[in-house]
């Protein structure tokens, strides 16, 4: 899936086992596109040997303190940034 600066976005919930690259504190919670950084082989396939990696989109994905972690955290509109392949996202 495309995604461009800006765009609302949550993290897919999925529990997979094996080499993940996502934080499982992310899943679920929704961000901004801040923006893409290119295709790249897919981590989670190349963690296993797989030659033929699919490529996949990576994005940078914007979050506040408050959507990680709710309204009560000290400085909610803090940010985080994460680095999220286009597999594990979907528009919010």
């Not at 997979?16 to 504190?25: A, D, K, Q, S, W």
């Not at 990680?68 to 919010?92: C, M, R």
């Amino acid at each position: 899936m495309s995604f461009a600066p800006n765009d609302p976005v949550r993290v897919k919930t999925w529990n997979l086992p094996g080499h993940i690259r996502t934080p499982h504190y992310l899943r679920g919670k929704e961000g901004i596109i801040e923006r893409a950084l290119g295709p790249f082989k897919n981590p989670e396939q190349l963690a296993y040997g797989v030659a033929e990696a699919q490529t996949k989109m990576l994005f940078r994905v914007r979050f506040t303190m408050a959507d990680v972690w709710g309204d009560t955290v000290e400085n909610p509109s803090d940010t985080l940034d994460a680095e999220i392949y286009d597999h594990w996202l979907e528009p919010a």
